[in-house]
Each structure stands twice: as structure tokens, then as C-alpha cells.
């Protein structure tokens, strides 16, 4: 049985004309029980006893997105205008148009974001995905950078780059990705996010390009890794 909202007037109201923040609490209660439709009606009761609060719109673009609808979501943030260059808003836009397939709209929202909030992880990982996934190798190696001197331990950044330089034979650089992706396996960081063949695969690249270095030891190391990872690897 679900709650009554009206049970949350005793600690969320700060005054009667605060009604619609009891229906936010409401809600809120039940986007994190996964009820999302009855939340969405919640934050819809919210809108219409205090239409100017931006609050209750992001959260109904966030109950359309958790329904992955994507198209509704967008229409609630772009009527959002008091709030457009929040970033909350900017990364919703950015990865409804993600999901949409639709790149370039995600691309503009996402670099919009870093506008804003220049040291924003989510909007330099999903630029330098997109851009990655465009071939914009360059473009997108600068964004995996960003990531890495923030967050050395971001593995799947750190692979991505090391494969970017590999294929324009940017042998040092390759190196130093390795090493970062060896401590992280060390400190079990991310790697379960990965694949095992994936990690594989690029201990692999890695290994190759460590024994034209001439740096035996370390292509030993890496062919080692990557077998141990994925045994069939080379069968």
C-alpha cells in the first residue's frame, strides 16, 4: 500500500503555500521504489501548484527517461528556459539525444555542459565516446586526457587512448596508457566494467607495440596479461 503524500506534510512544509514540495517528497519516494509512473504524476501535481519551479520539470524529464522516452524527456527540459544552461539540464539534453542516436545534438549539449562545468567527468567521457565512435581520433583523445588527469584510474578512457595511439604509432604514449591501465587492474578500479577479451585485446596491441620499443620485459609482461585474461586469445 503507498504511503499518502500528505503524511510528509509534518516535516517537508516550511509554510501552506509550500504544498508542492509534500508532492515532491512524494515523488522522489517513489522514482527510487522504481514507480515511475505514479511519481510522474506526483511531480505533475507539483507543476500545477507552483508552475515556475524548475524542480518538478527535471524531475518528470527524469521519470520520461528512466521509461526511455527519450522524445518526451527533451520537450520537458528545452520548456525548462529559466534553467537551460543548468547542468543538470545540459546532461539531460546530452543523453536524450545520445540515446536518440542522434550524435551531433549530443556532441553540441555535451561540450555546452563543459561550458558550465568545465571539470564535468560525465561531459568529457561522453565526448570523447562520441567522437571515438566518429573517428575523430584526435578530438577525442584530447577528451580522454582530461579524464585521465582527473581520474588516472578511468580504464575504459585509458584504453580507448592507448588505442588511438597505437594506430598513429605514438609508441610512448602507449606506454604510459599501459601503465595506468596496469595499476588500475591492480587496484580492481573499474575493470569490472570491461570484458575480459577487451582488456585482452589491448594487452595485446600493447604487448606489440612494448617489442618495438624494443622493451622485452614489458612485452613479455603484457602477452602474459593478456593470455591469462583471455587463454584462447591466440588460438
Known sequence: M??????????????????????????????????????????ESAISLAPSQSECRQLIAQCYQKRSMWEKAISI???????????SVLAGLAL????LGNKERAL???????????LSIEGMVNLGDILYEQGRFDEALKYFDRVLDQKP???QCALKASRICAQYQKL????????????????????QQTKPETLANV?????????????????????????????????
Open 96 to 99: 536524450c539525444y545520445k540515446k
Open 203 to 235: 594487452y595485446l596491441i600493447i604487448g606489440h607495440e612494448f617489442d618495438k620499443l624494443g622493451r622485452e620485459d614489458l612485452f613479455k609482461n603484457a602477452i602474459e596479461t593478456a593470455l591469462i585474461l583471455h587463454p584462447n586469445l591466440l588460438s
Open 2 to 43: 503507498k504511503t499518502s503524500p500528505h503524511l510528509f506534510a509534518g516535516t517537508v512544509l516550511n509554510t501552506p503555500g509550500e504544498i508542492w514540495r509534500v508532492w515532491i517528497a512524494y515523488g522522489d519516494l517513489l522514482l527510487a521504489s522504481q514507480d515511475d509512473t505514479v511519481a510522474h504524476k506526483a511531480f
Open 77 to 87: 527540459y528545452e520548456e525548462d528556459t529559466c534553467q537551460k544552461n543548468s547542468p
Open 108 to 118: 553540441f549539449f555535451y561540450k555546452k555542459l563543459l561550458e558550465v562545468d568545465p
Open 172 to 191: 610512448n604514449r602507449v606506454s604510459s596508457y599501459a601503465e595506468l591501465i596496469t595499476k588500475a587492474l591492480s587496484m580492481n578500479l573499474n575493470v
Open 153 to 155: 584510474v578511468m580504464v
